[in-house]
């Protein structure tokens, strides 16, 4: 992943729109679920697929008989996904770090890994860009765990050790 010049700016709007300004900037998709379910599962078209147009990143969801409940966790994906994907050049965050459930933790989570990007995915080079310690980095992307994940696969593909949970 690289910075994407024409998008700088574009990654932040998008993650504080709300669900139906960037429901707006999106194709829904729905189709019916797969696996055990039974015949509800089979007949209805309760599972949906998120497709950002603009950048193309893509979120699923079809845990729930809901339609409208599979939409809602789908766009939260959604934007999880725009934070994983989506590098701008490294700022710093002044507020305190968001709880997990928080609109905010993916904002946060992106700027975390912009820092994380620039250094290489360095941590203690990233958390001083951020204004935090190491160990506080670590806690709070460990709180997510495809955060975790991501950031673990990156650190991986480098050739450096992955971040432990203490």
């Known amino acids: 992943m690289t910075i994407n010049e024409e998008l700088t700016g574009e990654r932040d709007r998008l993650l504080q729109l709300d ?3 960037l429901l707006a900037e999106c194709r829904c998709d729905t189709m019916r ?3 055990p379910g039974g015949q509800k ?3 209805t078209e309760s599972a949906v697929r998120i497709t950002h147009i603009k950048t ?3 979120a699923f969801d079809d845990e729930q008989r809901s339609q409208h409940i599979n939409r809602h966790r789908a766009l939260q ?3 999880l996904q725009i934070a994983l994907e989506l590098r701008q050049p490294p700022t710093t965050w002044t507020m305190p770090v968001p709880s997990v459930k928080s609109e905010n933790f993916v ?4 700027v975390a890994l912009d820092a994380l990007h620039s250094e290489d995915y360095g941590v203690a080079a990233a958390a001083k860009l951020l204004g935090t310690t190491t160990s506080q980095l670590v806690k709070n992307l460990a709180k997510s765990p495809k ?3 991501f950031v673990n696969a990156q650190r991986t593909a480098r050739n450096l050790q992955p971040l ?3």
């Open 77 to 79: 994906k959604l934007r």
């Open 33 to 35: 679920g797969t696996g």
């Open 19 to 21: 669900e139906a300004k």
């Open 41 to 43: 599962r089979n007949k």
């Open 56 to 58: 193309n990143i893509v």
């Open 107 to 110: 904002l946060w989570a992106a």
């Open 164 to 166: 432990v949970q203490k």
């Open 147 to 149: 955060l975790w994940q």
